[in-house]
């Protein structure tokens, strides 16, 4: 099965710091969908992104659906403690009908 | 309120045991998914479901099994021929067919080996 590939796998930043990661795919994908997950429990959908270009926010973050439709982006502006998590990327491939999802980026704010 | 729920929390199998997850939803979701997480991994697709009776494996459902005989419930079965269970089990819920939405979660089991 494929896995997206999502970079950086682990970040460490002051409180107060903007934050980004992406997630890029070998296959083009109509959705892409970011979530954050907290120890021990289910990830959590932050936000959903439908079309090529599409740049949608969600209070602090933003996220935008990649031109090529292989990649998509997730910052997160003015970090605090609570973004503590791992945030994932999840694409839909237009072949089999299937969420695909990227390995997670690991995020630590100090306070 | 609305969601997925999943139990137990923590489940323990013992060697050559057959153990069953519980996922039920009352969102009305057409969809439902089970996924593994291993540490450091993403999210693998074992089993899906479109509508009620219906499922097909997803990337690694050898030694689980499902059934979906209502539309509000789909349990894992993790049976003894999956040699290496233990791992973090995921349920997902959306709204139409595969794919035509956003996948939600629930919370999660955690099922080890005794």
């Known amino acids: 099965g494929q896995q997206l590939n999502q970079s950086p796998q682990s970040m460490f930043i002051q409180e107060g710091e903007d934050v980004s990661m992406n997630c890029t795919s070998s296959?083009?994908?109509?959705?892409w969908l970011w979530y954050k997950q907290d120890p021990g429990e289910g990830p959590v959908l932050l936000i959903a992104l439908y079309k090529a270009g599409e740049l949608t926010s969600n209070g602090r973050l933003t996220a935008q659906f990649g031109i090529t439709r292989k990649d998509s982006f997730l910052n997160i502006s003015a970090s605090i403690p609570s973004d503590v998590g791992i945030y994932f990327c999840?694409?839909?491939?237009?072949?089999?009908?299937?969420?695909?999802f990227g390995t997670g980026t690991s995020l630590t704010v100090i306070p | 309120d609305g969601g997925i729920t999943q139990s137990p929390k923590y489940l323990f199998r013992k060697e050559g045991q057959n153990v069953t997850l519980s996922c039920e939803q009352n969102l009305n979701h057409d969809a439902m998914y089970w996924y593994r997480q291993d540490p450091g991994q993403g999210l693998r697709l074992i089993y899906y479901s479109q509508i009620v009776n219906d499922f097909q494996k997803g990337d690694i459902a050898e030694g689980y099994s499902v059934s979906r005989e209502k539309k509000e419930s789909f349990p894992l079965t993790v049976t003894s021929a999956q040699k290496n269970p233990t791992a973090f089990y995921l349920c997902?819920?959306?709204?139409?067919?595969?794919?035509?939405?956003?996948?939600?979660f629930g919370s999660g089991t955690q099922l080890s080996v005794l």
């Open positions: 296959s083009i994908f109509n959705t």
């Open positions: 999840a694409g839909l491939s237009l072949v089999g009908n299937q969420f695909y």
């Open positions: 997902a819920s959306s709204i139409g067919r595969t794919g035509q939405g956003k996948q939600f």
